[in-house]
């Protein structure tokens, strides 16, 4: 029989001056991401595939990708010495769309100042 092991967490981030509740959950090779402001939650998942071919940048390990992003999207970096959050809410055709950008420092050490 088949199961597969999810890892699920709730953390509260503090980005912009707002709070935003990420609610995740992980697998082995994907994760779901539901974020919410206290008035609207958007959701997003990921793919095996699409972590594969898409997410994971050239030279990292799609492990490696998904191990940092977890690490970014459980815990907020207060002191941003690995991690800085952006969030952008936007409004497209009467639906709101939420964006989120990680930036993950340690991918690329050598080009941070």
């Given at each position: 029989?088949?199961?597969?092991?999810?890892?699920?967490?709730?953390s509260r981030f503090l980005v912009g001056g707002k709070k935003f509740y990420f609610y995740s959950s992980w697998t082995k090779?994907?994760?779901?991401?539901?974020?919410?402001?206290?008035?609207?939650?958007?959701?997003?998942?990921?793919?095996?595939?699409?972590?594969?071919?898409?997410?994971?940048?050239?030279?990292?390990d799609t492990k490696q990708y998904l191990n940092l992003t977890k690490e970014a999207l459980i815990t907020q970096d207060i002191d941003k010495r690995r991690f800085n959050y952006q969030i952008n809410?936007?409004?497209?055709?009467?639906?709101s769309k939420l964006e989120i950008l990680?930036?993950?420092?340690?991918?690329?050490?050598s080009k941070v100042s």
């Open positions: 029989r088949y199961s597969m092991s999810v890892d699920v967490h709730v090779n994907s994760f779901s991401l539901s974020i919410s402001d206290g008035k609207s939650m958007w959701h997003g998942e990921a793919s095996e595939d699409y972590v594969k071919n898409k997410l994971t940048p050239e030279g990292i809410q936007k409004n497209l055709c009467g639906a990680v930036i993950q420092l340690l991918l690329y050490p």
